[in-house]
């Protein structure tokens, strides 16, 4: 079982609607990292959190430390939110998610 | 500072010869992770370094794979022996001992053909 897992893999909307991205760890943390990779791959770091939710433009990020889950939320999306979002989790390393692919269509 | 910078951002070579990747970390940086991803996948942990001391390595780094960083600023990996299967993504991160927060560089594809 991986350390850290994301749900659902993959994701497809239509232009408009919310978005939840989650992700489930296992181990001990100090932060957990929300990424943006677009194709071409370049990562964004979009998100750090230690506790509660923090809000930048349509993105929304929570953790929940003592379920060790963590909430990525997109409203209003639009098809420039196209991307591999992946959850990172630091405990004495840096562990990643699988990803979650989203397809925004207008 | 310009944040963590991998040289080149692309690579293709044929199989059988030897690359090598460069990672820049931001400079008051003490550790330094390297990473592999492949087509569809999230990253995958190779190796990191806390100033020039190499504290982990993964089963997936092979004998054909070796990092170093010498003066614990700059980092190389490089692949020997090249295989189409080492084609990916090598992603470098940097962060502070004791800190939480990462930064993460652009990236190397490798393409082995």
């Known amino acids: 079982k991986n350390e850290v897992e994301q749900s659902p893999q993959n994701l497809t909307a239509q232009e408009g609607e919310f978005i939840t991205i989650n992700c489930s760890y296992s181990v001990g943390i100090s932060a957990l990292h929300w990424l943006q990779q677009h194709p071409g791959g370049g990562i964004v770091s979009l998100f750090m959190?230690?506790?509660g939710k923090k809000k930048h433009g349509r993105l929304i990020a929570t953790i929940n430390i003592q379920e060790k889950h963590s909430s990525l939320h997109i409203t209003a999306s639009h098809p420039r939110d196209s991307a591999v979002y992946i959850c990172?989790?630091?405990?004495?390393?840096?562990?990643f998610g699988t990803g979650t692919r989203l397809q925004v269509f207008p | 500072d310009t944040g963590v910078s991998q040289d080149p951002r692309h690579k293709i070579t044929k199989r059988g010869q030897n690359v090598t990747f460069r990672c820049d970390p931001i400079s008051e940086h003490n550790r330094l992770y390297w990473y592999r991803q492949t087509l569809g996948q999230g990253p995958e942990f190779l190796t990191y370094?806390?100033?020039?001391?190499?504290?982990?390595k993964s089963r997936l780094l092979s004998d054909r794979f070796s990092a170093e960083r010498p003066k614990g600023s700059f980092s190389t990996l490089e692949i020997q022996r090249t295989e189409q299967g080492d084609s990916a993504m090598y992603l470098c991160?940097?962060?502070?001992?004791?800190?939480?927060?990462?930064?993460f560089g652009q990236g190397t594809r490798l393409t082995v053909v």
């Open positions: 959190l230690s506790s």
């Open positions: 990172a989790v630091r405990a004495d390393k840096l562990i």
């Open positions: 370094f806390q100033n020039e001391a190499q504290l982990e």
């Open positions: 991160a940097s962060s502070l001992r004791g800190w939480p927060e990462a930064f």
